[in-house]
Each structure stands twice: as C-alpha cells, then as structure tokens.
C-alpha cells in the first residue's frame, strides 16, 4: 500500500480576499492602474497641447487610445474600490488579462506610431515615452491579471470540491 500524504489546500477566504475601497489603492494592481491612468491623462494633455496635433493622423491614434485606456482603466477602479467585481460573477481577471495584453500592444503600437511622426516636437517625445511607460505598466498588470485568473480556477475548484463533500455528507446521514 502506498503512503497517503495529506495535501493542505489552501482556503477558500484567502484565495477570493481582495480589498475594498482605497485599500485596493495600496495593492500593486491598484499602484499600476493609478500610473496607467495618470500617464494616460498626462500624455493626451502633451499631445492635445502640441501646434502640430491636426497634421498627422498618428496624434489623433494617440489621443484616441489614450483618453479611451484611462476611462476603462479608471472605471475598473472604481469597480474594484466598490467591491462591484465581487458581486457580479463573471470571469473578471480573465477579462483583464485580455483587456491588458490588448491595452499594451495597442499603446506600444500608437506610441511607436506617434514618435515616428514626432517632427522633432519634444512635447510629443514626451507623450511618447508616457505611452511607452503605460504599456509597460499594462504588461506588468497582465502578470497579475493571470496570477488571479489563476486563483480564481483554484477557487471555482475549492468551491466544487467542499460543494461535493457537503452532498457526501449529506447522502451518508440520510443512511
């Protein structure tokens, strides 16, 4: 007979506790989400400000793609700082990772985009390199999106495994 091990999983709290309200703000997503925003902000400001903003078709990408990532960013921290995200059941960390991956290739292109049709504008090399610094950030969040994507599988496991013990337990007293 083969030794039996007992395998510790972890519980099914630690796995789903995500803090609320400007807690969220502390966590590294939150810290990413705040510079992707304010980066996001920042950067459409420099290039709305530069005389040369309506000759290209590359400053109008840019501002388009920014002002559009900082609204979504900043309404999935409202969400999560409201605690929304726990209530409505859909797959929100696998939403993100796309949402992220999407954000970085797009702000990567955009701002490669922006800075070949610069001109020697050092208000648009700039803007440039806060879209680099956000699509960075964005990669970065993708880390965490998956590492959550991940818990949550594990979670949605726990919650199957204790749900099947529950009607185990159950059909052995009615016996």
Known sequence: MADKKAVTLP????LEDIPT???Y???PEGVLELIEVVFNILGFILVTVDPNTFEEDSFWHYQAAAAAFAAITGVLIILYMTGIVHKIKI???LME??????ACLL???????LIVNAHGSAIVYVACVMGFIVAVAYLIEVGFAVRAWKRSIIAETLRM??????INVNVENSL
């Open 161 to 166: 495994v204790e749900a099947h013990n529950n």
């Open 107 to 113: 702000m990567l292109v955009v701002a490669s985009h």
């Open 11 to 14: 519980s099914l709290a630690a």
């Open 97 to 102: 990772v796309v949402y992220c991956c999407l």
């Open 21 to 23: 309200g400007l807690k």
């Open 25 to 27: 703000l502390t966590l």
């Open 91 to 93: 797959p929100w960390s």
